[in-house]
């Protein structure tokens, strides 16, 4: 199963010129308790996914009221700098949509 069958929203944004924010909101509490287990979102994956340094991810915050999942990285170009192709950074969230998940963990 992808990730965009079970996330109702999955969406990314500058959180000022230096750092890109990722919400990714679960349909339902079972998706959301998946990723989290499973770790499926980690700093490795995420690092492999957006071909960053670990060190460059600033935090993954879990929130359990809204079965969300919030990611914070420092850009690789600072937002309107000479080589930025997204000024808003509203346009990263595709690397997201390659994530699947194997069925052994869907029981």
Do not use: C, W
Request: glycine letters at 6%; proline letters at 4%.
């Amino acid at each position: 199963m992808n990730i965009t069958q079970m996330a109702e929203v999955i969406r990314s944004k500058n959180a000022g010129p230096g750092i890109m924010t990722f919400d990714i909101i679960f349909k339902s509490q079972q998706y959301f308790e998946l990723f989290k287990k499973n770790d499926i979102l980690s700093k490795s994956k995420i690092a492999e996914l957006y071909s960053v340094n670990e060190k460059d991810i600033m935090n993954i915050v879990y929130y359990e009221a809204g079965h969300a999942i919030k990611i914070a990285l420092v850009r690789p170009v600072m937002s309107g700098n000479v080589g930025d192709t997204d000024v808003y950074g509203s346009q990263q969230v595709a690397p997201f949509y390659t994530i699947d998940i194997p069925e052994s963990l869907m029981h």
